[in-house]
Protein backbone atom coordinates (compact mmCIF):
# COMPACT_ATOMS: atom_id res chain seq x y z
CA UNK A 1 0.00 0.00 0.00
CA UNK A 2 1.28 3.78 0.09
CA UNK A 3 0.02 7.04 0.69
CA UNK A 4 -1.26 9.09 -2.32
CA UNK A 5 -0.98 13.04 -3.29
CA UNK A 6 -4.94 13.46 -4.54
CA UNK A 7 -5.85 16.62 -6.75
CA UNK A 8 -8.50 18.41 -4.35
CA UNK A 9 -9.74 22.02 -3.80
CA UNK A 10 -10.89 21.92 0.08
CA UNK A 11 -9.04 20.38 2.81
CA UNK A 12 -9.10 21.60 6.43
CA UNK A 13 -5.04 22.24 6.75
CA UNK A 14 -2.51 23.70 5.69
CA UNK A 15 -2.49 23.60 1.95
CA UNK A 16 0.10 24.18 -0.69
CA UNK A 17 -1.88 26.41 -3.50
CA UNK A 18 -1.45 25.66 -7.00
CA UNK A 19 0.70 27.91 -8.67
CA UNK A 20 3.52 26.49 -6.13
CA UNK A 21 3.19 23.39 -7.14
CA UNK A 22 2.99 24.13 -11.32
CA UNK A 23 6.53 25.99 -10.60
CA UNK A 24 7.83 22.64 -9.13
CA UNK A 25 6.87 20.84 -12.14
CA UNK A 26 8.07 23.03 -14.30
CA UNK A 27 11.07 23.41 -13.07
CA UNK A 28 11.66 19.82 -13.14
CA UNK A 29 10.21 19.31 -16.31
CA UNK A 30 13.10 20.75 -17.64
CA UNK A 31 15.24 18.55 -17.43
CA UNK A 32 12.86 15.50 -17.89
CA UNK A 33 11.82 16.63 -21.53
CA UNK A 34 15.33 16.53 -22.55
CA UNK A 35 16.38 12.89 -20.67
CA UNK A 36 12.89 11.51 -21.82
CA UNK A 37 13.21 10.37 -25.01
CA UNK A 38 16.51 7.91 -24.16
CA UNK A 39 14.29 6.19 -21.83
CA UNK A 40 12.75 3.92 -23.27
CA UNK A 41 15.55 1.29 -23.64
CA UNK A 42 16.66 1.92 -20.25
CA UNK A 43 15.36 -1.47 -18.81
CA UNK A 44 17.35 -3.62 -17.86
CA UNK A 45 20.80 -4.65 -16.76
CA UNK A 46 21.58 -1.78 -14.54
CA UNK A 47 23.27 -1.98 -11.11
CA UNK A 48 22.27 0.95 -9.14
CA UNK A 49 25.00 0.00 -6.32
CA UNK A 50 27.29 1.38 -8.37
CA UNK A 51 25.52 4.74 -9.21
CA UNK A 52 26.47 5.67 -5.10
CA UNK A 53 30.76 5.08 -5.70
CA UNK A 54 30.99 7.57 -8.68
CA UNK A 55 29.43 10.14 -11.31
CA UNK A 56 29.78 7.54 -14.61
CA UNK A 57 28.06 4.56 -15.96
CA UNK A 58 29.76 0.71 -15.50
CA UNK A 59 30.34 -0.27 -18.61
CA UNK A 60 28.45 -3.27 -20.05
CA UNK A 61 27.99 -5.25 -22.78
CA UNK A 62 24.33 -4.74 -22.66
CA UNK A 63 23.54 -2.70 -25.74
CA UNK A 64 20.56 -0.99 -24.30
CA UNK A 65 22.65 0.79 -21.15
CA UNK A 66 25.48 1.45 -23.63
CA UNK A 67 22.81 3.86 -25.18
CA UNK A 68 21.98 5.48 -22.43
CA UNK A 69 25.41 5.73 -21.45
CA UNK A 70 26.40 7.79 -24.39
CA UNK A 71 23.70 10.16 -24.19
CA UNK A 72 24.30 10.55 -20.55
CA UNK A 73 27.87 11.16 -20.96
CA UNK A 74 26.98 13.14 -23.90
CA UNK A 75 24.72 15.92 -21.94
CA UNK A 76 27.28 15.81 -19.12
CA UNK A 77 29.91 16.96 -21.67
CA UNK A 78 27.94 19.38 -23.61
CA UNK A 79 24.45 20.04 -22.51
CA UNK A 80 24.28 24.02 -21.82
CA UNK A 81 22.13 23.37 -19.45
CA UNK A 82 23.95 21.17 -17.56
CA UNK A 83 25.86 24.50 -15.83
CA UNK A 84 22.56 25.51 -14.19
CA UNK A 85 22.36 22.10 -11.96
CA UNK A 86 23.78 21.91 -8.49
CA UNK A 87 25.00 18.11 -9.11
CA UNK A 88 24.74 17.58 -12.52
CA UNK A 89 25.71 14.20 -12.67
CA UNK A 90 23.56 13.09 -9.56
CA UNK A 91 20.72 15.02 -10.82
CA UNK A 92 20.70 13.54 -14.44
CA UNK A 93 20.34 10.12 -13.18
CA UNK A 94 17.75 10.85 -10.46
CA UNK A 95 15.70 12.23 -13.19
CA UNK A 96 16.50 9.34 -15.91
CA UNK A 97 15.51 6.96 -13.35
CA UNK A 98 12.19 8.33 -12.42
CA UNK A 99 11.55 9.65 -16.39
CA UNK A 100 11.81 5.81 -17.34
CA UNK A 101 9.19 4.63 -14.11
CA UNK A 102 7.26 7.44 -15.26
CA UNK A 103 6.76 6.46 -18.76
CA UNK A 104 5.96 2.55 -17.97
CA UNK A 105 2.41 3.31 -17.15
CA UNK A 106 1.97 2.77 -13.60
CA UNK A 107 2.18 5.89 -11.42
CA UNK A 108 3.10 3.87 -7.92
CA UNK A 109 5.96 2.76 -8.95
CA UNK A 110 8.37 5.70 -8.44
CA UNK A 111 11.74 6.40 -7.32
CA UNK A 112 12.62 8.76 -4.29
CA UNK A 113 15.29 10.71 -2.86
CA UNK A 114 16.45 10.46 0.62
CA UNK A 115 14.64 13.51 1.23
CA UNK A 116 11.53 12.38 -0.92
CA UNK A 117 11.76 9.01 1.17
CA UNK A 118 12.25 10.80 4.51
CA UNK A 119 8.86 13.18 3.56
CA UNK A 120 7.24 10.39 2.29
CA UNK A 121 7.77 8.33 5.54
CA UNK A 122 6.64 11.35 7.64
CA UNK A 123 3.24 11.87 5.39
CA UNK A 124 2.36 8.58 6.33
CA UNK A 125 3.24 8.06 10.03
CA UNK A 126 1.88 12.03 10.32
CA UNK A 127 4.46 12.11 13.48
CA UNK A 128 5.89 15.61 14.83
CA UNK A 129 7.43 16.38 17.60
CA UNK A 130 5.15 19.22 20.29
CA UNK A 131 2.01 19.29 22.23
CA UNK A 132 -0.45 17.53 20.16
CA UNK A 133 -2.97 19.96 19.35
CA UNK A 134 -4.64 21.49 16.01
CA UNK A 135 -5.80 24.76 15.93
CA UNK A 136 -7.36 26.88 13.38
CA UNK A 137 -5.82 30.43 12.44
CA UNK A 138 -9.16 31.95 11.28
CA UNK A 139 -8.60 35.70 12.11
CA UNK A 140 -5.90 35.28 14.34
CA UNK A 141 -8.00 33.97 16.64
CA UNK A 142 -5.85 30.08 16.39
CA UNK A 143 -8.57 28.39 18.52
CA UNK A 144 -7.96 24.76 19.50
CA UNK A 145 -9.66 22.44 17.62
CA UNK A 146 -8.56 19.04 18.27
CA UNK A 147 -6.58 17.57 21.35
CA UNK A 148 -4.57 14.59 20.57
CA UNK A 149 -5.32 11.01 23.14
CA UNK A 150 -2.67 10.45 25.10
CA UNK A 151 -0.62 14.03 23.89
CA UNK A 152 1.13 16.61 26.55
CA UNK A 153 -1.69 18.77 25.57
CA UNK A 154 -4.28 16.35 27.07
CA UNK A 155 -2.63 15.86 30.18
CA UNK A 156 -1.66 19.57 30.70
CA UNK A 157 -5.25 20.35 30.44
CA UNK A 158 -5.39 21.70 27.02
CA UNK A 159 -8.85 21.99 25.97
CA UNK A 160 -11.07 22.32 22.79
CA UNK A 161 -12.09 25.73 22.09
CA UNK A 162 -8.48 27.30 24.16
CA UNK A 163 -7.10 30.14 22.39
CA UNK A 164 -3.13 29.89 21.83
CA UNK A 165 -2.72 33.67 23.01
CA UNK A 166 0.90 33.95 23.39
CA UNK A 167 4.32 31.45 23.29
CA UNK A 168 7.46 32.10 25.24
CA UNK A 169 6.18 35.64 26.25
CA UNK A 170 5.80 36.16 22.60
CA UNK A 171 2.30 37.87 21.39
CA UNK A 172 1.06 35.89 18.16
CA UNK A 173 -0.78 38.67 16.93
CA UNK A 174 0.25 39.16 13.11
CA UNK A 175 1.96 35.98 12.73
CA UNK A 176 1.96 33.15 10.28
CA UNK A 177 0.69 29.39 10.99
CA UNK A 178 4.05 28.17 9.90
CA UNK A 179 5.78 31.07 12.48
CA UNK A 180 3.43 29.99 15.02
CA UNK A 181 4.49 26.38 14.40
CA UNK A 182 7.84 27.04 14.27
CA UNK A 183 7.82 27.99 18.08
CA UNK A 184 5.69 25.58 19.43
CA UNK A 185 7.48 22.61 17.93
CA UNK A 186 10.67 21.49 19.21
CA UNK A 187 13.13 18.72 20.75
CA UNK A 188 11.56 15.72 22.89
CA UNK A 189 11.24 16.61 26.22
CA UNK A 190 12.19 20.62 26.16
CA UNK A 191 9.13 22.68 27.63
CA UNK A 192 7.33 25.33 25.67
CA UNK A 193 5.72 27.89 27.87
CA UNK A 194 2.02 28.81 26.49
CA UNK A 195 -0.84 30.99 27.52
CA UNK A 196 -3.39 30.26 26.55
CA UNK A 197 -7.25 32.08 26.67
CA UNK A 198 -10.12 30.16 28.00
CA UNK A 199 -13.67 32.50 28.02
CA UNK A 200 -12.31 35.57 30.17
CA UNK A 201 -9.42 33.79 31.69
CA UNK A 202 -5.81 33.23 31.43
CA UNK A 203 -4.08 29.60 31.59
CA UNK A 204 -0.19 29.45 31.78
CA UNK A 205 1.01 26.19 31.04
CA UNK A 206 4.81 24.59 30.92
CA UNK A 207 4.18 22.05 28.65
CA UNK A 208 6.87 19.18 27.90
CA UNK A 209 7.17 18.63 24.13
CA UNK A 210 6.73 14.74 23.11
CA UNK A 211 6.32 12.75 19.78
CA UNK A 212 2.68 13.20 18.64
CA UNK A 213 1.38 10.97 15.74
CA UNK A 214 -1.67 12.74 14.00
CA UNK A 215 -2.71 9.52 12.26
CA UNK A 216 -6.01 9.11 14.13
CA UNK A 217 -8.57 10.87 16.34
CA UNK A 218 -11.88 10.71 17.57
CA UNK A 219 -14.78 11.80 20.04
CA UNK A 220 -18.21 11.13 21.17
CA UNK A 221 -20.75 12.59 18.92
CA UNK A 222 -23.65 11.82 21.31
CA UNK A 223 -24.17 9.03 24.22
CA UNK A 224 -24.42 6.30 21.78
CA UNK A 225 -22.30 7.38 18.55
CA UNK A 226 -18.51 7.44 18.58
CA UNK A 227 -16.24 9.08 15.76
CA UNK A 228 -12.96 7.81 14.57
CA UNK A 229 -11.02 9.72 12.13
CA UNK A 230 -8.28 7.66 10.11
CA UNK A 231 -6.15 10.06 8.30
CA UNK A 232 -3.27 7.50 7.25
CA UNK A 233 -2.34 3.84 7.83
CA UNK A 234 0.92 4.77 9.90
CA UNK A 235 3.34 2.86 11.97
CA UNK A 236 1.27 3.81 15.09
CA UNK A 237 -2.47 3.32 13.70
CA UNK A 238 -3.14 0.50 15.68
CA UNK A 239 -1.63 1.30 19.39
CA UNK A 240 -3.26 5.17 18.92
CA UNK A 241 -6.82 3.67 17.27
CA UNK A 242 -7.07 1.45 21.06
CA UNK A 243 -6.59 4.86 22.71
CA UNK A 244 -9.82 5.73 21.53
CA UNK A 245 -11.81 2.82 20.83
CA UNK A 246 -10.61 2.21 24.89
CA UNK A 247 -12.64 5.59 25.85
CA UNK A 248 -15.29 5.36 23.56
CA UNK A 249 -16.69 1.95 25.35
CA UNK A 250 -15.98 4.04 28.71
CA UNK A 251 -18.09 6.46 27.66
CA UNK A 252 -20.54 3.94 26.54
CA UNK A 253 -20.79 3.95 23.09
CA UNK A 254 -22.71 1.30 20.72
CA UNK A 255 -22.38 2.51 17.70
CA UNK A 256 -19.12 3.71 15.41
CA UNK A 257 -18.65 6.00 12.94
CA UNK A 258 -15.07 5.11 10.68
CA UNK A 259 -14.19 7.92 8.75
CA UNK A 260 -11.55 7.96 5.95
CA UNK A 261 -12.10 10.31 3.75
CA UNK A 262 -9.06 11.79 1.83
CA UNK A 263 -7.21 8.78 3.31
CA UNK A 264 -4.86 7.85 0.83
CA UNK A 265 -2.98 4.97 2.63
CA UNK A 266 -0.19 3.63 4.36
CA UNK A 267 1.75 0.52 5.48
CA UNK A 268 0.28 -2.96 5.17
CA UNK A 269 1.37 -4.15 8.87
CA UNK A 270 -0.34 -1.31 9.72
CA UNK A 271 -4.00 -2.45 8.49
CA UNK A 272 -3.18 -5.94 9.88
CA UNK A 273 -2.48 -4.59 13.17
CA UNK A 274 -5.63 -2.74 13.07
CA UNK A 275 -7.92 -5.27 11.79
CA UNK A 276 -7.65 -6.90 15.03
CA UNK A 277 -9.64 -4.90 16.59
CA UNK A 278 -12.11 -5.42 14.71
CA UNK A 279 -12.27 -8.77 13.27
CA UNK A 280 -12.45 -12.07 14.73
CA UNK A 281 -9.52 -14.69 14.48
CA UNK A 282 -9.52 -16.27 10.91
CA UNK A 283 -11.05 -13.90 9.39
CA UNK A 284 -10.21 -12.85 5.88
CA UNK A 285 -8.87 -8.88 6.22
CA UNK A 286 -7.34 -9.24 2.27
CA UNK A 287 -5.52 -11.60 -0.39
CA UNK A 288 -2.52 -10.96 -2.46
CA UNK A 289 -1.86 -12.06 -5.85
CA UNK A 290 1.62 -11.84 -7.63
CA UNK A 291 3.48 -11.38 -11.09
CA UNK A 292 3.61 -15.67 -10.80
CA UNK A 293 -0.18 -15.90 -10.41
CA UNK A 294 0.51 -17.00 -6.89
CA UNK A 295 -1.87 -15.75 -4.05
CA UNK A 296 -1.41 -15.09 -0.40
CA UNK A 297 -4.09 -14.97 2.01
CA UNK A 298 -3.85 -12.56 5.22
CA UNK A 299 -6.20 -14.00 8.32
CA UNK A 300 -6.69 -12.34 11.91
CA UNK A 301 -4.27 -13.92 14.26
CA UNK A 302 -4.66 -12.39 17.82
CA UNK A 303 -8.42 -10.67 17.32
CA UNK A 304 -9.28 -8.26 20.04
CA UNK A 305 -12.68 -7.80 18.68
CA UNK A 306 -14.28 -8.84 21.84
CA UNK A 307 -13.07 -5.56 23.64
CA UNK A 308 -14.55 -2.99 20.88
CA UNK A 309 -17.47 -5.11 19.40
CA UNK A 310 -20.15 -2.20 18.35
CA UNK A 311 -23.83 -2.70 17.45
CA UNK A 312 -23.51 -1.07 14.10
CA UNK A 313 -21.00 0.86 11.75
CA UNK A 314 -20.59 3.14 9.01
CA UNK A 315 -17.37 3.83 7.17
CA UNK A 316 -17.00 7.11 5.29
CA UNK A 317 -15.34 7.41 1.99
CA UNK A 318 -14.60 10.12 -0.56
CA UNK A 319 -12.63 10.16 -3.67
CA UNK A 320 -9.84 10.61 -2.09
CA UNK A 321 -10.07 7.42 -0.44
CA UNK A 322 -7.13 5.00 -1.85
CA UNK A 323 -5.14 1.83 -1.10
CA UNK A 324 -5.16 0.77 2.42
CA UNK A 325 -8.19 2.81 3.45
CA UNK A 326 -10.08 0.77 0.89
CA UNK A 327 -8.75 -2.88 2.43
CA UNK A 328 -10.45 -1.86 5.77
CA UNK A 329 -13.50 -0.50 3.84
CA UNK A 330 -13.78 -3.75 1.54
CA UNK A 331 -13.11 -5.98 4.82
CA UNK A 332 -15.64 -4.16 7.21
CA UNK A 333 -17.90 -4.27 4.09
CA UNK A 334 -17.72 -8.16 3.67
CA UNK A 335 -17.40 -9.50 7.13
CA UNK A 336 -19.29 -7.54 9.66
CA UNK A 337 -21.92 -5.87 6.47
CA UNK A 338 -20.90 -2.71 7.53
CA UNK A 339 -22.52 -0.20 5.50
CA UNK A 340 -20.18 2.20 3.21
CA UNK A 341 -21.30 6.38 3.04
CA UNK A 342 -20.29 9.00 0.66
CA UNK A 343 -18.76 8.82 -2.75
CA UNK A 344 -17.12 6.47 -5.13
CA UNK A 345 -13.47 6.00 -3.47
CA UNK A 346 -10.35 6.23 -5.38
CA UNK A 347 -9.58 2.74 -6.73
CA UNK A 348 -5.79 1.76 -5.71
CA UNK A 349 -5.96 -2.10 -5.76
CA UNK A 350 -2.24 -2.73 -5.53
CA UNK A 351 0.28 -3.21 -2.97
CA UNK A 352 3.80 -1.84 -3.42
CA UNK A 353 6.95 -2.81 -1.22
CA UNK A 354 10.48 -0.22 -1.17
CA UNK A 355 13.87 -0.56 -1.40
CA UNK A 356 16.55 1.49 0.63
CA UNK A 357 19.58 1.95 -1.42
CA UNK A 358 23.26 2.85 -0.17
CA UNK A 359 22.81 6.26 -0.23
CA UNK A 360 19.25 6.29 1.20
CA UNK A 361 17.37 6.62 -1.95
CA UNK A 362 14.45 4.85 -2.51
CA UNK A 363 12.63 2.30 -5.23
CA UNK A 364 9.08 1.87 -4.69
CA UNK A 365 7.63 -0.82 -6.75
CA UNK A 366 4.16 -2.65 -7.63
CA UNK A 367 4.63 -6.14 -6.71
CA UNK A 368 1.48 -7.42 -6.56
CA UNK A 369 -2.78 -6.80 -6.42
CA UNK A 370 -4.82 -7.31 -3.59
CA UNK A 371 -8.17 -8.79 -3.44
CA UNK A 372 -11.21 -8.60 -0.95
CA UNK A 373 -12.08 -11.09 1.38
CA UNK A 374 -14.34 -12.16 -1.18
CA UNK A 375 -11.87 -11.92 -3.88
CA UNK A 376 -13.19 -8.82 -5.21
CA UNK A 377 -10.61 -6.12 -6.93
CA UNK A 378 -11.68 -2.09 -6.98
CA UNK A 379 -8.54 -0.96 -9.21
CA UNK A 380 -9.27 1.98 -10.96
CA UNK A 381 -12.95 1.17 -10.18
CA UNK A 382 -13.10 1.72 -6.63
CA UNK A 383 -15.75 1.08 -4.04
CA UNK A 384 -19.21 2.52 -4.56
CA UNK A 385 -21.08 3.60 -1.38
CA UNK A 386 -24.47 1.72 0.05
CA UNK A 387 -25.39 5.01 0.81
CA UNK A 388 -24.10 8.13 -1.96
CA UNK A 389 -24.40 11.71 -0.07
CA UNK A 390 -22.21 14.29 -1.84
CA UNK A 391 -20.66 17.49 -0.40
CA UNK A 392 -21.37 20.98 -2.13
CA UNK A 393 -19.71 21.19 -5.48
CA UNK A 394 -16.86 23.63 -4.52
CA UNK A 395 -15.41 20.24 -2.98
CA UNK A 396 -14.93 18.62 -6.14
CA UNK A 397 -13.80 21.47 -8.10
CA UNK A 398 -9.78 21.83 -9.02
CA UNK A 399 -8.37 25.05 -7.94
CA UNK A 400 -8.23 27.02 -10.80
CA UNK A 401 -4.54 28.85 -11.53
CA UNK A 402 -4.84 32.01 -13.94
CA UNK A 403 -1.69 33.53 -15.57
CA UNK A 404 0.33 36.09 -13.58
CA UNK A 405 -1.49 39.71 -14.82
CA UNK A 406 -5.19 37.81 -15.69
CA UNK A 407 -7.99 39.91 -14.70
CA UNK A 408 -11.28 38.50 -15.50
CA UNK A 409 -14.35 40.67 -15.89
CA UNK A 410 -17.79 41.42 -16.50
CA UNK A 411 -18.88 39.59 -19.42
CA UNK A 412 -16.37 36.90 -19.88
CA UNK A 413 -16.25 33.03 -19.67
CA UNK A 414 -13.86 31.12 -17.76
CA UNK A 415 -13.57 28.01 -15.49
CA UNK A 416 -11.92 30.17 -12.94
CA UNK A 417 -15.62 31.75 -12.87
CA UNK A 418 -17.39 28.91 -11.72
CA UNK A 419 -15.30 28.05 -9.59
CA UNK A 420 -15.54 31.76 -7.04
CA UNK A 421 -19.09 31.30 -8.35
CA UNK A 422 -19.50 27.77 -6.51
CA UNK A 423 -17.97 29.25 -3.51
CA UNK A 424 -19.57 32.31 -3.25
CA UNK A 425 -22.80 29.69 -3.31
CA UNK A 426 -21.43 27.51 -0.47
CA UNK A 427 -21.06 30.52 1.16
CA UNK A 428 -24.46 31.43 0.79
CA UNK A 429 -23.69 34.89 -1.49
CA UNK A 430 -24.78 33.64 -4.78
CA UNK A 431 -27.96 31.49 -6.07
CA UNK A 432 -26.94 31.71 -9.85
CA UNK A 433 -25.33 29.92 -12.52
CA UNK A 434 -22.23 28.28 -11.93
CA UNK A 435 -21.01 27.11 -15.59
CA UNK A 436 -18.17 30.17 -15.60
CA UNK A 437 -19.60 32.96 -17.25
CA UNK A 438 -19.80 36.50 -15.58
CA UNK A 439 -23.02 38.03 -15.47
CA UNK A 440 -24.99 40.24 -13.46
CA UNK A 441 -25.97 38.19 -10.41
CA UNK A 442 -22.06 36.99 -10.43
CA UNK A 443 -21.30 40.88 -9.94
CA UNK A 444 -23.79 41.86 -7.16
CA UNK A 445 -22.46 38.35 -5.65
CA UNK A 446 -18.94 39.34 -6.22
CA UNK A 447 -19.24 42.98 -4.90
CA UNK A 448 -20.66 41.87 -1.71
CA UNK A 449 -17.90 39.87 -1.04
CA UNK A 450 -14.94 41.84 -2.30
CA UNK A 451 -14.13 45.64 -3.18
CA UNK A 452 -13.67 45.05 -6.85
CA UNK A 453 -15.32 43.62 -9.42
CA UNK A 454 -12.50 42.23 -11.15
CA UNK A 455 -11.83 38.28 -10.54
CA UNK A 456 -8.25 37.68 -10.20
CA UNK A 457 -5.97 34.89 -8.33
CA UNK A 458 -5.97 36.60 -5.09
CA UNK A 459 -9.77 36.73 -5.65
CA UNK A 460 -9.82 32.59 -6.07
CA UNK A 461 -7.33 32.78 -3.46
CA UNK A 462 -9.83 34.43 -0.97
CA UNK A 463 -12.81 32.40 -1.58
CA UNK A 464 -10.86 29.12 -1.22
CA UNK A 465 -9.48 30.73 2.26
CA UNK A 466 -13.35 31.71 3.03
CA UNK A 467 -14.62 28.22 1.96
CA UNK A 468 -11.90 26.30 4.42
CA UNK A 469 -12.95 29.00 7.01
CA UNK A 470 -16.45 28.50 7.81
CA UNK A 471 -16.13 24.73 6.71
CA UNK A 472 -13.49 24.41 9.67
CA UNK A 473 -15.97 27.16 12.40
CA UNK A 474 -19.75 25.04 10.72
CA UNK A 475 -18.87 22.12 10.05
CA UNK A 476 -21.52 20.81 12.24
CA UNK A 477 -23.44 22.02 9.87
CA UNK A 478 -22.09 21.57 6.57
CA UNK A 479 -20.95 17.96 6.66
CA UNK A 480 -23.36 16.39 4.95
CA UNK A 481 -22.19 13.22 4.87
CA UNK A 482 -21.66 12.66 8.75
CA UNK A 483 -24.78 14.17 9.20
CA UNK A 484 -26.69 11.60 7.37
CA UNK A 485 -24.30 9.07 8.44
CA UNK A 486 -25.37 9.94 12.50
CA UNK A 487 -29.02 9.74 11.14
CA UNK A 488 -28.80 6.65 9.55
CA UNK A 489 -27.51 5.03 13.07
CA UNK A 490 -30.32 7.17 14.79
CA UNK A 491 -33.10 5.83 13.02
CA UNK A 492 -31.96 2.27 13.41
CA UNK A 493 -32.00 2.53 17.49
Known sequence: MEKEDKNYSIKVERHVWPDEIEKTRKKRNIIYIVVASVLVSFLLGWQFSNLTKGTGIISSPNTDVARFERVYNELLSNWYFANEMEDAPNELITNAIKGMLEMNGDIHTSYMTQEELAGFTTSINMDFVGIGVQYFPGDGANVITRVFKDSPAEKYGVEVGDVIYRVEGELLTGLTSDQIQSLIIGEEGTVVNIDFLRQEETVSLAIPRGAISAVVWGEMLDDDIAYLEISSFGQTLAASTQLYLDDFKAQGAKKLIIDMRDNGGGYLQAINDIAALFFENNDVVYQEEFKDGTNKVYNVTSSQKSNYDFEDMIVLVNENSASASEVLTM????????????????????????????????????????????????????????????????????????????????????????????????????????????????????????NSDDITQTTIQNVYSAVVSDWSQNRATRDVQLIKAIEVLNDES
Do not use: C
Not at 380 to 395: Q, R, T
Not at 423 to 446: E, H
Open 331 to 450: ALRENLGTRVLGVNSYGKGTVQTQSVFGDQSSLKITIAKWMSPNGNNIHEIGIEPDIEVKLHDIFYSLYPTLEEGTVLQYDSVDESISYVQQGLNYLGLYTGRTDGYYDDATLAALRSFQ
